[in-house]
């Protein structure tokens, strides 16, 4: 198993996360040990049989649906970035240079 | 304790004992915020808690009114949450004091801390060697006495693991026992939150204290608080399972000394024991590192510099506000767990790794319920391979760290409640011993603790 640099691009752009050229072979390395171990599961013969096991309550309990003031000690304006007038704000939207991911 | 003069000074007592022990970069609560904290909070604790006084700290990605929450994260440095956790307003209903919060892995993500934007944690003996992780900081003041006990979380062991190498007890309840409203999350179908403590007394009393149904929390099952057991006479009754995958042939011979003395210790107590066998153990590490890094990569996708924490590099559009936020603000672990959660779920890989892995998951669960099904009460095991690694050791080979792990997924995996006891010491450095139990029957796994707590030699060499 070897992740190549443009895998590990692509796979960077998937996540939104800037990966800068000097950090590409260190991290296409790991990525490809890692997965190379964690590949070692498909060495157990397929268990399509197997019903797949989720932790917790067995069924989503709803709280009722009412609206009420939601109980925070300040508002947003005190941790974000920028915030005005009940947004928040970020700069333009811009260009979705790779529409092919 | 009722008094609030009594409280202030456990307060005082606490802030000054944090102080001692700063070199070890346990705690991230600057001294002067944390002493003014603590006195503020001292005077206004219900006195009538069955915690009144007792200071506890809080690890750094479980959300508290008082200091930042930053997750051991440059991304959200500063950030301060707008609402307790379920946790830590019922500690401090109980009359408990929140005594700062401790260092961690960036997000929980790492079993050294060594993975923190704030500088690494020693451990509490030995300033070569890591504390474990990812809840170090939490382990290392209790270990250091500062605090009696603190909150951890658990997505791999990152309470137990910790607790083995520093020598305390670390508890990960079964998941749904405790509220997760207010956790940062990491891998949602694995987080729990945890508690370390001086003695399994204290933890317990802790988990107590937290665990029980909210309605803000619909992971969280609709059950009563704990119900602390009695410290037994003895274990006649039990029937303890010993899990031959978890003692392979090259497991480091003292751990397996000072397991042997534990087990030992179970059966002269009054326990049956018996060998059992858990058969997909091996695929445990690698199930968990498909199914736990792709939860992450999105949980994480909501840190993008919109919202909270701060922003880096100016940028001119949206798009790269979110990748220069994301790519300088988040550490070389947690972009390597994104870009590996991000593979594993991405058009193509999906059967392959994320699909397989939620099988394996049904396969190792299924393993835990056979052995309980056969009469079986609780499992003993060791809770690490090894005592506290030199820092840095395993620092370039993500698989090396992955497998001190080995131990302590998979009751994260199936979902069920596990303690780590202090069992002994190897050339002085601490090692834990590891009972797992079956789901909401942590007073079982308590009752278990108490007794092996009080019947082993923890201080002496294995």
Known sequence: MSVTHDEVRRIARLAELDVSDEVLPLLGEQMSRILEYVAQINAVPASEGVKPFVPGPDAVRFRADEVKPWPLAFGPAEFAPAFRDGFFLVPKLGQFEDADT | MSDP??????AKAAADRIVNVKRLNACLT???????SLAAQASTAHPSGVLYGMPVAVKDNICTLEFTTSCGSKILEGYRSPYDATAAAKLKAAGALIAGKTNCDEFGMGSSTEHSAYGRTLHPFDKTRVPGGSSGGSAALVAAGAVPAALGSETGGSVRQPASLCGVVGIKPT?????????VAFG?????IGVLGRSVHDAARVLSVISGRDPKD??????DSLRLPNVPESLQGFVIGVPKEYFPQDLDAAVRRACDRAIRLL???GAAVREVSLPHTAYAVATYYIIAPAEASSNLARYDGARYGPRFNGSEDVRALYRTTRGDGFGPEVRRRVLVGTYVLSSGYYDAYYRKAQQMRALIAQDFRNVFDRGVDLLFTPTTPTPAFKAGEKLNDPVAMYLSDIFT??????????????IGRIKGLPIGGQLIGQAFLEDEMLEAAYALERAVP????A
């Open chain 2, 175 to 183: 998941y749904g026992r405790v509220s997760r409203y207010g956790l």
């Open chain 2, 5 to 10: 003069s009594e409280a202030l000074a456990s």
């Open chain 2, 218 to 223: 619909s992971t969280c099952e609709d059950r």
């Open chain 2, 188 to 192: 949602s179908s694995l987080d729990q």
């Open chain 2, 458 to 461: 923890a201080a002496e060499e």
């Open chain 2, 30 to 36: 600057p001294i002067k915020e944390l002493r003014k």
């Open chain 2, 267 to 269: 059966r002269e107590l």
């Open chain 2, 409 to 422: 997924v998979t009751a994260n995996i199936a979902g069920l409640p596990a303690i780590s006891v202090p």
